[in-house]
């Protein structure tokens, strides 16, 4: 590992002008090229304390040992640089987006002499107009079969082209219309290119022109009493309608713009890119990256920009650029796309109306391509089979963990706390296993010590249904004396050899208690936490569903201290047999109980993002069931309380009354008028408002307005 400081330039080497930088590894290898309107100031963020970068930051800077750079005039120029050294050095350090598929264009070949229309994929070539891209090869298919009645334009390839020039007799579309066949010289080749052009302006948008000169020509041929030609056209411009429906309209001012949305996380970001020319989509695209390098929305934005539009030029840049937020540069990249374009090109964030509307959509795509795309890798076998011996061998288990449960804990400023448990088994997720707590040893914020009790109660569970189905094993009487009830932990009076993972093998029923019973040398399991227990539905034949089996790997959402208090909750349980480790979100590091370094994974290291998924989804779980408990209690009220009072006399009290804080002032005997309210009933209303303490008013927290409290008894 290089020190920065080796190679750093000396004070006032490095101009301040804009320009382009390279740091090189020490095998001369690009592994990193950035731009900056000022190099002195950019490359001084490189060479501070390594304690200070980022953690990618800090890995490039440490593998190269030479950096290098290149003054340029303007921004636009540097843009153009960066972009130019990226694609020819490919350096390993710099976000690379790569398409999740090659995706099928429409292609006119306008570079020959007859030009055809066909399916390309691939890198685009010089004199070729693309359309698309296109989710699917047959999409394409089926519109240019739409589209053939009115534009007969060549779709065959050049051996047939030739084979029928040769014999003087055109193809099987020659003959039905739906090719010009100017292989036989039906038309000749400036009326077949016209064709094509015609062809090109319906596909670039310029749909209205060619409807309505066919629906003109098909009433001048029904006056004319044509009507087989009138037919003809009738049916060419149902073709052309029906070829537009394929795309619906998005944007009602027939707008030309391309739409950018990004989702990502610490790890990876997907691009989705819808392409939307006359106001309908005209093709879809994605691309999903490593965030190899410390970079947030604005600068996976920038880059996207620069290999969408780095090798387009003319029409294929269009006039608008919707993205969710803007490059360091705004100014500099508009520059770059204009010079792309040859016009001006409006690069902004959509506040409002049917644009932001639409980028919505494309954001949601963006999100379900980056699920997709981590569904995709975790549902691979032999990935998670990888995945799963990196863990173990990262963490020096005996074997895979086959079953992996995660905890996390959530609260909202220290109300509302509670936590989740999720499993996976076999690097699957097992959502029927998953469980969720309410924290209730104590109030307020302490994570810490809420993963002891989560961790806690989870195992004596786990404890209580060996006891209970017979599997608990026995162990020799102790020798010394029992603890008082005092010294026992206070995780659950078990002693460490009654532990599963230190007992001895099971005593024969004629030698021992039976089944179910404990042994009279060892003491079982406190009694299950109650609430624990109303958690947990019961199979027919008595069994427990969950809790009865234990993981192999518990991780915790945390560091050092969340996994020191798991650790120590299954200590006081006895427990010894089951690997305890943290996965913390700042830097990515896996501690270990009793280690004071953590265990860094590598980058690419399949078993990190196993671990890393498995955390994600308990945070999710957590946040997801802290979030309705919360809106649950926001909605509350006293009448929730009251024996007898349903729902309907519920809102028949408030309809009354206009809301609850009349009722709240209201007197029995005003209740009682209530039709349906008997006193008894109107008594018990006056008593559950007369025993809540007064609630606290809500505050709108963007508008500073205090928040009345509606018709259900709930605020908005």
Known sequence: MADPSSYRPKPGQIPDSPGVYKFRDEHRRVIYVGKAKNLRQRLANYFQDLAGLHPRTRTMVTTAASVEWTVVSTEVEALQLEYSWIKEYDPRFNVKYRDDKSYPYLAVTLNEEFPRVQVMRGAKKKGVRYFGPYGHAWAIRETVDLMLRVFPVRTCSAGVFKNAERSGRPCLLGYIGKCSAPCVGRVTPEEHRDLAEDFCDFMAGRTGTYIRRLEKDMTQAAEEMEYERAARLRDDAEALKRAMEKSAVVLADATDADLIAVAEDELEAAVQIFHVRGGRVRGQRGWVTDKVEAVDTAGLVEHALQQLYGEESGDSVPKEVLIPALPEDPDAVSEWLAGRRGSQVSLRIPQRGDKKDLMGTVQRNAQQALGLHKTKRASDLTTRSRALEEIAEALGLGTAPLRVECFDISHLQGDDVVASMVVFEDGLARKSEYRRFQIKGFEGQDDVRSMHEVIGRRFRRYLHEKERTGEWEETPAPTGPVPAPAELAPGGPVPAQSAPGGAVPAQSASDGPMPGEPSPGAVAPEAPDPALVREEPREDDGRPKRFAYPPQLVVVDGGRPQVAAAKRALDELGIDDIAVCGLAKRLEEVWLPDDDDPVVLPRSSEGLYLLQRIRDEAHRFAITYQRAK????????????????????????????????????????????????????????????????????????????IIEEDDGGSRT
């Open 630 to 705: 919360r809106a649950k209690r926001i909605r509350s009220s006293p009448l929730d309380d009251v024996p007898g009072l349903g729902e309907t006399r519920k809102q028949a009290l408030i309809k009354h009354f206009g809301s609850v804080k009349k009722l709240r002032q209201a007197t029995i005997d005003e209740i009682c008028g209530v039709p349906g309210i008997g006193r008894r009933t109107a008594e018990s209303v006056a008593a559950a408002f007369a025993a809540a303490a007064p609630a606290a008013p809500a505050v709108n927290t963007a508008t500073g307005e």
